[in-house]
Nanobody
Framework: QVQLVESGGGFVQPGGSLKLSCAAS????????MAWFRQAPGKEREFVSH????????FVADSVKGRFTTSRDNANHTMYMHMNTLKLEDTADYYC???????????????WGQGTQVTVSS
């Protein structure tokens, strides 16, 4: 089993920045990739970004490309997402997830965090 705990959400004005963290524990050796998903009020959960744990290769959704950057700290089993130039439409609950395969699809993720709320508002 893998346990995931997100942190770093909060309230920010448009154009501001936030950094999310996702700390993994348990059987971290089985993790092949991790990802961030988000769910805005009244909408379905959507993919935001992905990182391949071994080499750190990343892939992000077009909606956040150039604004959000995902990285990881292997030693501390932690994934980060730096969110810059935040927009009103970035308001959502953000979830991190871990998978034993390399995938960006929600169905491929077995382990999920509890979520952290990001609110972008003026």
């Amino acid at each position: 089993q893998v346990q995931l705990v997100e942190s770093g959400g909060g309230f920010v004005q448009p154009g501001g920045s936030l950094k999310l963290s996702c700390a993994a524990s348990g059987r971290t050796s089985m993790i092949d990739s991790m990802a961030w998903f988000r769910q805005a009020p009244g909408k379905e959960r959507e993919f935001v970004s992905h990182i391949r744990w071994g080499d750190g290769a990343t892939f992000v959704a077009d909606s956040v490309k150039g604004r959000f950057t995902t990285s990881r700290d292997n030693a501390n089993h932690t994934m980060y997402m730096h969110m810059n130039t935040l927009k009103l439409e970035d308001t959502a609950d953000y979830y991190c997830a871990a998978s034993h395969i390399n995938t960006i699809y929600q169905g491929g993720y077995d382990y999920w965090g509890q979520g952290t709320q990001v609110t972008v508002s003026s």
